[in-house]
């Protein structure tokens, strides 16, 4: 049985960080590559950030690049997303998701080539 499971959202001032994990149940994290996605209120979902399986390789949207950083933890299977110099606009319901994404697609951040997903933790930047 798949599960992730999303924690740390909160409400933050703009300038300020958050780090968001996600806890991964199932034998699923050391074979699919991981990412997060955000989705605002009245917005499509968006690509935030991706790892490749094995955390060999980190992709980001330009919207975060140098302030968002994704990483995972292997041993206790959790996927991470630290997030400095927040924005009023990173204010979305953020979530993680798992999935045996090409290489070559991960780049673009694509949500339906991720197959599990987790509920979702609210950041609000104000």
């Known amino acids: 049985h798949v599960q992730l499971v999303e924690s740390g959202g909160s409400s933050v001032q703009a300038g300020g960080s958050l780090r968001l994990s996600c806890a991964v149940s199932?034998?699923?994290?050391?074979?699919?590559?991981m990412g997060w996605f955000r989705q605002a209120p009245g917005k499509e979902r968006e690509g935030v950030a991706a790892?490749?399986?094995?955390?060999?390789?980190?992709y980001y949207a330009d919207s975060v690049k140098g302030r968002f950083t994704i990483s995972q933890d292997n041993a206790k299977n959790t996927l991470y997303l630290q997030m400095n110099s927040l924005k009023p606009e990173d204010t979305a319901m953020y979530y993680c998701?798992?999935?045996?994404?090409?290489?070559?697609?991960?780049?673009?951040?694509?949500?339906?080539?991720?197959?599990?997903w987790g509920q979702g933790t609210q950041v609000t930047v104000s």
């Open positions: 790892i490749a399986t094995g955390g060999v390789g980190t």
């Open positions: 998701a798992a999935g045996r994404v090409p290489l070559w697609r991960l780049p673009r951040l694509e949500d339906s080539d991720f197959v599990y």
């Open positions: 199932g034998d699923i994290f050391s074979t699919s590559c």
